[in-house]
Nanobody, 127 residues
Framework: QVQLVESGGGLVPAGGSLRLSCAASGRTSSTCAMGWFRQAPGKEREFVAGISWSGGRLNYADSVKGRFTISRDNAKNTVYLQMNSLKPEDTAVYYC????????????????????WGQGTQVTVSS
């Protein structure tokens, strides 16, 4: 089992920045690809960003490319999502997810591919 706890959400004006963190505990010796997803009210959950276990391969949703950056520190068992130039449409609950994998280079973009999820952190961007 892997437990994930997100933090760093909050209320920010449009154009502002936030940095989300996702701390993993439990079976952290597992090789896990990580991802960030979000769900806005009345909308389906959507992929935001993914990172391989090695950290060498990244992927982003088109809507956040150039504004968001995913990174990880395996020594701290933590994944980050730096969000810049935030827009009101970025308002959502953001979830961290982990995928146990044998590959150090794979990332995943579909929610069903992930094995573990955090409880989410609210991000609200005011206009």
């Amino acid at each position: 089992q892997v437990q994930l706890v997100e933090s760093g959400g909050g209320l920010v004006p449009a154009g502002g920045s936030l940095r989300l963190s996702c701390a993993a505990s439990g079976r952290t010796s597992s090789t896990c690809a990580m991802g960030w997803f979000r769900q806005a009210p009345g909308k389906e959950r959507e992929f935001v960003a993914g990172i391989s276990w090695s950290g060498g391969r990244l992927n982003y949703a088109d809507s956040v490319k150039g504004r968001f950056t995913i990174s990880r520190d395996n020594a701290k068992n933590t994944v980050y999502l730096q969000m810049n130039s935030l827009k009101p449409e970025d308002t959502a609950v953001y979830y961290c997810a982990a995928k146990v994998t044998d590959s150090s280079r794979s990332y995943y973009t579909e929610g069903y591919e992930y094995d573990y999820w955090g409880q989410g952190t609210q991000v609200t961007v005011s206009s």
